[in-house]
């Protein structure tokens, strides 16, 4: 039988590349092992000891990108495969719609390679996400704008709950005896499924960052007005007098 020694807490200590462990003092300051000791600065308390790759995420990102025009098409081409309808239009002209919205969505992520301002705000908007999700620190410029991206992220959480409904209520609207109409189903289920589960893993992220916001501590950013009419009771009470406001409408005419 080997005998194994018992771990000391010193070998999980970060060390240098020489091997030597850092002291408690160097621990306190933040130094960084992966670089020399004549070259380290104290990294901010909070914050990661190596920052991301912020190409690698903006590479990631610009091919994840192409995942929102596969979700359009594979919802639209579905939905208008099982019930020849869409965005209330029926025939040619949905699928003229559709056509048109398609282009759109291909064109978007097209433009953001040529046109600086666009390029500027995907790559800010790719580090939010990063941030988000890998629960890491985007830098001093952008950490306010991930705390109100987490915050609204929940407000939104409501839409989870109906994300099970909205392909029941497609198939429930199919003409099955189209030839297309079965593989047509298959499609809408995976495609709303895909996206119920990036809704889960958003909302997931967000509630951690509220919970251990990276960084150091900072003060709420303001709530514009509008906001809370997003989610929760007000946005319910919309909803319910968008209903009553239909109910009346139909009886009185």
């Not at 990631?60 to 939905?79: D, E």
């Not at 609204?152 to 839409?159: A, D, F, S």
């Not at 997003?230 to 009553?244: D, E, F, Q, T």
């Amino acid at each position: 039988m080997t005998v194994r020694p018992l771990s000391s807490p010193l070998d999980r200590r970060p060390t240098w590349p020489s091997g030597d462990p850092l002291t408690d003092s160097e621990l306190d300051v933040g130094l960084r092992p992966d670089l020399s000791p004549s070259s380290q600065v104290p990294v901010e308390p909070g914050a990661p000891a190596l920052p991301p790759d912020w190409d690698a995420v903006e590479r990631r990102g610009r091919r994840a990108g192409l995942l929102l025009p596969t979700l359009v098409i594979a919802l639209g081409s579905s939905r208008v495969l099982l019930t020849g309808d869409y965005a209330g239009l029926h025939g040619a002209a949905a699928r003229w719609l559709l056509a048109a919205v398609v282009v759109l969505v291909l064109a978007a992520p097209l433009a953001a390679e040529v046109v600086p301002w666009l390029r500027a705000r995907r790559t800010t908007a790719l580090r939010m996400e990063h941030a988000l999700r890998a629960h890491a620190d985007p830098g001093l410029e952008l950490r306010t704008r991930v705390d109100v991206l987490a915050r609204r992220t929940m407000r939104l959480r409501w839409m989870g709950r109906l994300l099970p409904v909205l392909p029941l209520s497609v198939l429930l609207q199919a003409e099955w005896d189209r030839p297309s109409a079965l593989p047509a189903a298959v499609v809408l289920v995976v495609a709303y499924a895909a996206l119920a589960r990036w809704h889960h893993r958003q909302v997931a992220a967000a509630s951690r960052w509220l919970a251990e916001p990276v960084g150091p501590p900072r003060a709420a950013p303001p709530v514009p007005w509008w906001e809370p009419w997003i989610g929760g009771r007000r946005l319910l009470g919309l909803a319910a007098a968008y209903v009553v406001l239909v109910v009346v409408l139909t009886l009185g005419f």
